[in-house]
């Protein structure tokens, strides 16, 4: 694929913050800042985080400004203006429409007798997500069907996102409006933008971006994620018969053991290598 411009999609959790028990390359994360300045380049964060924690981040790990934020594992969508965040209230209007007028407190109290749930803190909550903390010894998948029977029953139409928290080894599940995830926010953003699907890459390593790396976008997957999730990628994509749009970063790649931001370039060059060997030249 060659292209003059690049909607470049990441998580940022053990993507581009090296926040992982795997070795980060020397210097990767400034090429990748360096790479994210050229203005062919629109730079979007899409993270389970806050805003607040988002720009934390971005301070404490010299990680680049971004040109769109997508938070709360797609609930929220950011327009980064000379350091101004501006909300994208036509987001909100999209996903407002699946939870039928309800809002997390009424979803709470439908949960309310599953003792096993743990609400996370309310920093973690927001208008349209609702977050729990579940034991990694807990059967998951039954919790999440007999939540999903109750949401079927309510006419809600929602997304149970379920995904690890390796740094406390922890379960985390997510409840969302159905077109709330990271796939419908970035194609929301994508078609906003008018960017074709030749001018699109995604970069993720966990079960939350499993949604957008088995899809049609162009996706790779970090070197640094973990086999279950990279398995299950490969099988879930070429079911999907997306297989040719998920690149597996390696850690063998060139000069980069293909962690965290070094996966990303790598997979920019996998998919873009004209149109990185000529950012790499300016």
């Not at 790479?35 to 934390?56: D, I, K, M, S, W």
């Not at 039954?142 to 379960?171: F, K, P, V, Y």
Request: some cysteine.
């Amino acid at each position: 694929m060659s292209q003059s411009r690049l909607l470049l999609c990441t998580d940022m959790d053990r993507t581009v913050i090296p926040n992982g028990s795997q070795a980060e390359q020397p210097n990767a994360r400034q090429c990748f800042a360096d790479f994210c300045q050229h203005p062919e380049v629109t730079l979007v964060y899409v993270t389970g985080r806050h805003q607040a924690l988002v720009r934390e981040a971005i301070v404490e790990y010299a990680l680049p400004e971004p040109d769109f934020v997508i938070t709360d594992v797609g609930t929220k969508i950011y327009q980064v203006k000379a350091g101004q965040w501006l909300l994208w209230q036509d987001w909100e209007q999209e996903i407002a429409q699946d939870w039928q007028g309800k809002d997390p407190d009424y979803l709470k109290q439908l949960f309310a007798d599953i003792d096993l749930l743990e609400l996370q803190e309310d920093s973690k909550q927001n208008t349209h997500k609702l977050s729990y903390y579940l034991n990694l010894q807990l059967d998951h998948q039954a919790i999440m069907g007999a939540m999903e029977a109750r949401l079927q029953t309510e006419g809600i139409c929602a997304s149970l996102i379920w995904s690890i928290d390796e740094a406390t080894n922890m379960g985390l599940l997510d409840v969302l409006p159905r077109h709330a995830t990271k796939l419908h926010a970035l194609e929301f953003l994508q078609q906003q933008l008018a960017f074709g699907q030749d001018e699109i890459l995604f970069a993720g390593d966990s079960g939350n971006d499993l949604p957008v790396l088995i899809s049609q976008l162009p996706s790779v997957l970090v070197a640094n994620a973990s086999d279950a999730i990279k398995q299950s990628a490969q099988q879930q994509a070429e079911q999907q018969g997306n297989a040719a749009m998920l690149y597996l970063a390696q850690e063998t790649e060139l000069s980069m053991n293909g962690n965290y931001t070094a996966g990303v370039l790598a997979g920019v060059r996998h998919f873009y290598p004209e149109f990185y060997a000529q950012m790499e030249r300016v």
